[in-house]
């Protein structure tokens, strides 16, 4: 069994930072992309960022110059650092990873979310 544990949400202000991880646990042979995606109320899932094993990046445009994704391989854990944040980002944000447990065995599992409010 595979698990994402995120942590690192809360309330800030405008303008404000913050910063979440995400840590892998469990039957891991390998992991490949990882990446953050959020959901504001009432809005479909969006993909905020991603990164490959090998440190490769994509952002929404929305984010691009804010928000920077970086990951420990040794940790097993993806970041997501987040500046000059508005309010209408604010939204549960989820991490996911493509994981492989074998050659043969590979799983794209979700964490449970963490929210961030953004709001003065």
């Known amino acids: 069994q595979v698990q994402l544990v995120e942590s690192g949400g809360g309330s800030v202000q405008p303008g404000g930072s913050l910063r979440l991880s995400c840590a892998a646990s469990g039957s891991i042979f390998r992991i490949d992309d990882m990446g953050w995606y959020r959901q504001a109320p009432g809005k479909e899932r969006e993909l905020v960022a991603t990164?490959?094993?090998?440190?490769?990046?994509n952002y929404a445009d929305s984010v691009k110059g804010r928000f920077t994704i970086s990951r420990d391989n040794a940790k097993n854990t993806v970041y997501l650092q987040m500046n000059s944040l508005k309010p209408e980002e604010t939204a549960v944000y989820y991490c996911?990873?493509?994981?492989?447990?074998?050659?043969?065995?590979?799983?794209?599992?979700w964490g449970q979310g963490t929210l961030v409010t953004v709001s003065s």
């Open positions: 990164i490959t094993s090998g440190g490769s990046t």
């Open positions: 996911n990873a493509h994981i492989l447990q074998s050659y043969i065995r590979s799983l794209d599992v």
